[in-house]
């Protein structure tokens, strides 16, 4: 059985992506983190082909991790920066790139506290 399994393993993990994008992050290293929920019919796809290229160009960025949890694509991306000042300016472009009126709910967080959702949640 241990013979048969081996081969298996080796298979899956030669086969795993090795793109900063695929990878989970440890827990406590995000200093930002933009969750993409679903409405039942999937997530904002062109919100969040937007946001990853607007990660992907930004210097401050040391990798982004591709978190996916949900049938329907619901997947967050976690941010780990170079300085822990980055993570207030990238907040503040990934929440000025995200559509008023999202497909599905966005939530942007930052380690230090900063919360925004899309859409505005609203209170009574």
Request: glycine share 10%; with cysteine; proline share 6%.
């Amino acid at each position: 059985m241990r013979s048969f399994l081996l081969p298996i393993l080796a298979f899956l993990a030669s086969a795993a992506p090795a793109s900063a994008f695929a990878q989970a992050a440890p827990a406590g290293e995000c200093a930002v983190s933009v969750r993409f929920g679903s409405y039942a019919m999937g997530i904002d796809r062109p919100a969040f082909e937007r946001v990853r290229a607007l990660l992907a160009r930004d210097r401050g960025v040391r990798a982004v991790d591709e978190q996916h949890w949900g049938r329907e694509g619901e997947t967050t991306l976690c941010v780990r920066t170079r300085r822990a000042g980055d993570a207030r300016r990238l907040f503040g472009r990934v929440k000025a790139a995200l559509p008023a009126k999202p497909r599905g709910p966005i939530t942007v967080e930052t380690r230090g506290g900063l919360r925004f959702e899309a859409p505005r949640q609203r209170n009574g």
